[in-house]
C-alpha cells in the first residue's frame, strides 16, 4: 500500500492498533509502531475515570467480553507520554472522553498543548456503572462541537454500530469530526455454567470475531447512503483479509484491538504481513518474447 494519511498521520499500512488495555502502556506502544503498526490509539484518557469498579475480561469462544471503562493513569502523566511520542514523531492517536463537553474541550486543548497531532473521541463506552442507554445525535453533536472549537487538532468520533447510528454519524460530522471509528464495542453477555448468572455480573462490551459482519454492513450502508469522510472501521479484525474487506466496504482504514490479546506482537506481525500480500499492486505480467513490441513495423 502507498503512503497515506490517516487524521494528518503518514501511514504505510492501513493496519492500525485500536484503544484498550494493550495500549495503556508507553512501552506497548513504542513496541507496536516499531513492529509496523499504522498508527496507535492509546487507551481513553478521562480526567475523572471511575473508581472501584471490578474491571475484568472474559475471553470467549468468539471473542472478548470486557468490563473495562478509561485509564486510570493521570492526566498529568498521559501529557508527558504523549509529548515524549510527539517528540519522537510517533503515529499516536490520543483516545480521549470526559464527564462533559466542556471537560473533554479542555482535556483535548491540553492534549493538543502536550505535541500531539490526532485525537479520537471514546464516548461511546457503554461500560460505566450507569451504562450508555441514551448516546443520541444531540449527544454526539455536543461533545463533537465542543471539542472542534477548542483545538484544530484532527479528530475522529468513536461510534457503536446500533439503532440510529447514522443520524449519530452525520451528528459528528456537523460538529466538525474529520473522520469517525465504527464501532466501539457492542452489548453482550455470557452465562456461567456454574452459577447460571451473568459473568462479570452484567451486560459489558463484546468485540470480536462475532462483531465484524455487522461492522461491515454498517460502514458499506454509510458509504451507499453518501457519507464520505474518512472510516476506521474497527471490530473483529484478526487477520490481513479482514482488514482487506474493510477496505473494500470503504473503510479507510482498520483498527485492530481484540486479536492482538493473544501472541500480541507475532498476531501484529502476522496481520501486517497478510494485509501488504493482499493490498500489494498487482505486478503487470512481463511481456511475451514472441510479441512485437507496440507499434514495431512488421514486413
Same mark, same amino acid.
Not at 441514551?134 to 477548542?150: F, G, I, K, L
Not at 464501532?183 to 462490551?205: K, N, Q, R
Given at each position: 500500500?502507498?503512503?497515506?494519511?490517516?487524521?494528518? =498521520?503518514?501511514?504505510?499500512?492501513? &493496519?492500525?492498533? %485500536?484503544?484498550?488495555?494493550?495500549t495503556d502502556q508507553e512501552r506497548n506502544v513504542r513496541k507496536l509502531i516499531s513492529r509496523g503498526a499504522g498508527a496507535v490509539v492509546t487507551k481513553t484518557i478521562h480526567p475523572n475515570p471511575?473508581?472501584?469498579?471490578?474491571?475484568?475480561?472474559? $475471553? *470467549?469462544?468468539?471473542?472478548? =467480553?470486557?468490563?473495562?471503562?478509561?485509564?486510570? $493513569?493521570?492526566? @498529568?502523566?498521559?501529557?508527558?507520554?504523549?509529548?515524549? /511520542?510527539?517528540?519522537?514523531?510517533?503515529?499516536?492517536? !490520543?483516545?480521549?472522553?470526559?464527564?462533559?463537553?466542556?471537560?473533554?474541550?479542555?482535556? !483535548?486543548?491540553?492534549?493538543?498543548?502536550? %505535541?500531539?497531532?490526532?485525537?479520537?473521541? %471514546?464516548?461511546?463506552?457503554?461500560?460505566e456503572e450507569e451504562g450508555l442507554e441514551?448516546?443520541?445525535?444531540?449527544?454526539?453533536?455536543?461533545?463533537?462541537?465542543?471539542?472542534?472549537?477548542?483545538?484544530? =487538532?484532527p479528530l475522529s468520533v468513536k461510534l457503536a454500530i446500533g439503532e440510529g447510528m447514522q443520524d449519530r454519524v452525520r451528528a459528528a460530522i456537523a460538529?466538525?469530526? @474529520?473522520?469517525?471509528?465504527?464501532?466501539?464495542?457492542?452489548?453482550?453477555?455470557?452465562?456461567?455454567?456454574?452459577?447460571? %448468572? *451473568?459473568?462479570?455480573?452484567? &451486560? /459489558?462490551?463484546?468485540?470480536?470475531?462475532?462483531?465484524?459482519p455487522l461492522v461491515l454492513a454498517a460502514i458499506w450502508q454509510l458509504r451507499r447512503r453518501g457519507i464520505d469522510l474518512p472510516v476506521l472501521g474497527c471490530g473483529g479484525i484478526a487477520s490481513g483479509q479482514d482488514v482487506a474487506d474493510y477496505l473494500n466496504v470503504g473503510a479507510n482504514a482498520a483498527q485492530v484491538y481484540t486479536a492482538l490479546h493473544t501472541d500480541m506482537y507475532q498476531t501484529l506481525d502476522r496481520i501486517l504481513a497478510e494485509t501488504r500480500e493482499l493490498t500489494a499492486p498487482q505486478n503487470t505480467p512481463p511481456a511475451r518474447a514472441d510479441r512485437e513490441p507496440q507499434g514495431a513495423m512488421t514486413r
Open positions: 500500500m502507498p503512503d497515506t494519511t490517516i487524521l494528518g =498521520l503518514p501511514i504505510t499500512t492501513p &493496519v492500525i492498533v %485500536g484503544s484498550g488495555l494493550l471511575p473508581q472501584g469498579l471490578d474491571e475484568r475480561i472474559l $475471553r *470467549l469462544p468468539v471473542g472478548m =467480553l470486557n468490563s473495562t471503562t478509561y485509564s486510570k $493513569r493521570s492526566v @498529568n502523566h498521559w501529557l508527558q507520554v504523549l509529548r515524549s /511520542f510527539a517528540d519522537d514523531k510517533l503515529p499516536v492517536i !490520543a483516545s480521549l472522553h470526559a464527564d462533559s463537553p466542556a471537560e473533554l474541550a479542555a482535556l !483535548a486543548k491540553d492534549v493538543e498543548a502536550a %505535541g500531539s497531532r490526532a485525537l479520537e473521541l %471514546g464516548i461511546s463506552c457503554l461500560n441514551d448516546d443520541n445525535p444531540d449527544r454526539v453533536y455536543a461533545y463533537t462541537s465542543e471539542t472542534r472549537n477548542s483545538t484544530s =487538532l460538529g466538525g469530526a @474529520n473522520a469517525v471509528t465504527i464501532s466501539d464495542t457492542i452489548s453482550g453477555a455470557a452465562v456461567s455454567p456454574t452459577t447460571g %448468572g *451473568l459473568e462479570l455480573d452484567g &451486560v /459489558f462490551g463484546y468485540s470480536g470475531p462475532g462483531i465484524k
